[in-house]
């Protein structure tokens, strides 16, 4: 038995996607920028795709730039915004201290450029409010950025809220929506968002494709160049197959978004019922604003990398945190957003769900969770010093 619950790092591509990329690969193989019939078909399949992706956002065509996934559009998003704030005088940039490192890393680097960087703090339940954003704001603000839905909790924040009061004080508001597009209903224009990423794997498309979306009159700036491609914002011949991949996997997920909310977000709680039930144990972030398929606990005693293989060793296949950042041995930084120490971070436990996980399988991995926790525990001399009250509990 295989047991796949690491969705938030990628996704099974389904049948629909792979149906829509194989013509692309075959018949129809042309370069979109030749002029020729060969090329035109495909430039008309480019068109076409576009103006879906909008459709599914609530935009136009000409506000849709391919990129190779998310990292980019959220590097792309960012520099191109601090650029335009650069030329006004404003240097000063919002955002929160739990977003990806595709965020954090770009802000760093702007940083050193000489642009200031605000960082709000989490609150416990993994939620920032619109009032953190509106006190942050100054003058010379000319970016926020806030991500959607986090990577590694779940969390989903109030968009629509932050976006307002971006709008409403003439501010540039980017959200990061990788892990939310595909799951979570998106309108751009009804929620003011200026700029956002999406990436298709996240939504059973394929890898190395996704999305930048630019409100008209926002200039982008290039990261790549070489080429007229996206309007002459990104050089280099479109993916075609893969963007038609992400356009079938996006409209198909945005089709069944009710339908696939009600049934994750049952089997979540059902895991998470279970799991809440382990001794020494607490679910990080809020319970019920969160992403439909994305449990993540830490538990006392234990720490994350054993879980995790052990979990393997009986089918489950599971993360600790952001796939990203799986070869450092630092604890989560989200974690430690949220107020959880070092200790209690190292034992966590990343569950993301997708439509195809059934009852079954959440009662087996519930199962196989308990085991591998006592096993852990029970050679642990951490534990036994917790249990002998030689050391005090954390989560009690």
Same mark, same amino acid.
């Given at each position: ?6 969705n938030?790092?990628t996704t ?9 990329m194989?013509?692309?690969m075959?018949r129809i ?10 090329g035109?078909e495909?430039n008309e399949a480019?068109?076409?795709a576009?103006?879906r992706v909008?459709?599914?956002? /609530?935009?136009?065509?000409r ?12 590097n792309q998003a960012?520099?191109?915004a601090?650029?335009l /704030? ?6 000063h940039i919002?955002? !929160? ?6 965020v954090?890393h770009t ?8 642009f200031e960087?605000?960082l709000l ?11 953190q954003?509106?006190d942050a704001?100054r003058?010379?603000?000319?970016l ?5 839905a ?8 109030p968009i ?7 709008r409403d ?6 959200t990061?929506?990788?892990?939310a597009?595909?799951h ?5 224009n009804e929620?003011?968002i ?8 996240k939504f059973h498309?394929p ?10 009159g926002?200039?982008?700036?290039n ?7 996206e ?7 479109e993916n ?15 089709e069944?978004?009710?339908k ?5 977000t049952a ?13 020494h144990?607490?679910?990080?972030g809020?319970?019920?604003q969160r992403?439909p398929g994305?449990v993540?606990?830490c ?5 994350g990398?054993?879980l995790?293989l ?7 296949c599971?993360?600790s945190g ?9 604890p ?6 949220i ?7 190292h034992g ?9 996980? !059934?009852?079954e399988?959440?009662?087996y991995t519930?199962k196989?969770v308990?085991?591998?926790v006592?096993y852990?525990r ?7 010093d ?7 509990f954390?989560i009690?």
């Amino acid at each position: 038995m295989r047991i796949y619950l690491d969705n938030a790092a990628t996704t099974k591509m389904s049948h629909t996607a792979i149906r829509a990329m194989l013509p692309y690969m075959d018949r129809i193989y042309g370069n979109p920028s030749s002029l020729h019939s060969v090329g035109q078909e495909a430039n008309e399949a480019l068109a076409d795709a576009r103006a879906r992706v909008a459709k599914c956002l /609530g935009c136009t065509e000409r506000e849709i730039t391919f990129t190779s996934g998310g990292s980019e559009a959220d590097n792309q998003a960012i520099i191109s915004a601090a650029r335009l /704030g650069e030329k006004k005088g404003k240097k000063h940039i919002i955002s !929160t201290a739990f977003e990806h490192h595709a965020v954090l890393h770009t802000l760093e680097k702007l940083k050193k450029q000489g642009f200031e960087i605000t960082l709000l703090d989490v609150h416990e339940n993994g939620l920032i409010t619109p009032d953190q954003v509106a006190d942050a704001i100054r003058s010379d603000t000319c970016l926020v950025t806030v991500m959607y839905a986090n990577n590694e909790i779940g969390t989903i924040q109030p968009i629509g809220k932050i976006g307002r009061i971006c709008r409403d004080r003439d501010i540039i508001f980017h959200t990061d929506a990788v892990q939310a597009a595909g799951h979570l209903k998106i309108n751009v224009n009804e929620q003011n968002i200026d700029l956002l990423s999406l990436s298709a794997h996240k939504f059973h498309g394929p890898k190395g494709i996704g999305v930048l979306y630019a409100k008209k009159g926002i200039l982008l700036s290039n990261l790549i160049e070489g080429g007229a491609q996206e309007r002459g914002k990104r050089g280099g011949t479109e993916n075609i197959p893969a963007i038609m991949g992400m356009t079938a996997a996006l409209e198909e997920a945005c089709e069944n978004t009710n339908k696939n909310t009600a049934k994750l977000t049952a089997l979540r709680d059902k895991l998470i019922a279970g799991l809440s039930e382990i001794p020494h144990s607490i679910l990080n972030g809020d319970a019920k604003q969160r992403l439909p398929g994305n449990v993540n606990f830490c538990f006392e005693g234990i720490e994350g990398e054993s879980l995790l293989l052990l979990l393997d060793d009986k089918g489950v296949c599971a993360s600790s945190g952001s796939a990203c950042t799986s070869g450092s041995l630092d604890p989560s930084h989200v974690l430690l957003a949220i107020g959880r120490v070092h200790d209690i971070a190292h034992g966590s436990l990343r569950l993301s769900l997708s439509e195809e996980n !059934t009852e079954e399988e959440i009662d087996y991995t519930v199962k196989a969770v308990k085991e591998v926790v006592e096993y852990l525990r029970g050679i642990s001399p951490i534990w036994r010093d917790l249990c002998e009250g030689r050391k005090e509990f954390i989560i009690k």
